[in-house]
């Protein structure tokens, strides 16, 4: 079992960036997936959740109407499109999965539930 990040990189204030996470050994549709970032010198916090099946999302405050995750069953692959980026952004990103049974909707911003993580894509967004 294993999530795949990647898709980071340096881009400037206002840019774009699409992170994928890639599974294997886990199927996308059947786990909660989440994205987490971790900024130098900060906790770990929630940045949007996709629920298994029907695929409601949930996304931290900061990040609503910027962000976008999303899944593609047919490539076992959850994406966060990362739109008018902000340097408050800039941290390590993580995905991680929820195994079944999952999680209800109300708790899919709480990292403890989530049993399996990537090793995390670095995300810097520049002034």
């Known amino acids: 079992v294993q999530l795949q990040a990647s898709g980071g990189g340096l881009v400037q204030a206002g840019g774009s960036l699409r992170l994928t996470c890639a599974a294997s050994g886990l199927s996308v549709r059947t786990h909660n997936m989440g994205w987490f970032r971790q900024a130098p010198g900060n906790e770990r916090e929630f940045v949007a959740a996709?629920?298994?099946?029907?695929?409601?999302?949930n996304y931290a405050d900061s990040v609503k109407g910027r962000f976008t995750i999303s899944r593609d069953s047919a490539k076992n692959t959850v994406h966060l499109q990362m739109n008018s980026l902000k340097p408050e952004d800039t941290a390590v990103y993580y995905c991680?999965?929820?195994?079944?049974?999952?999680?209800?909707?109300?708790?899919?911003?709480?990292?403890?539930?989530?049993?399996?993580w990537g090793q995390g894509t670095l995300v810097t967004v520049s002034s």
């Open positions: 996709l629920r298994s099946g029907g695929g409601s999302t």
């Open positions: 991680a999965a929820d195994s079944p049974p999952v999680a209800p909707y109300s708790a899919l911003a709480n990292g403890r539930l989530y049993d399996v």
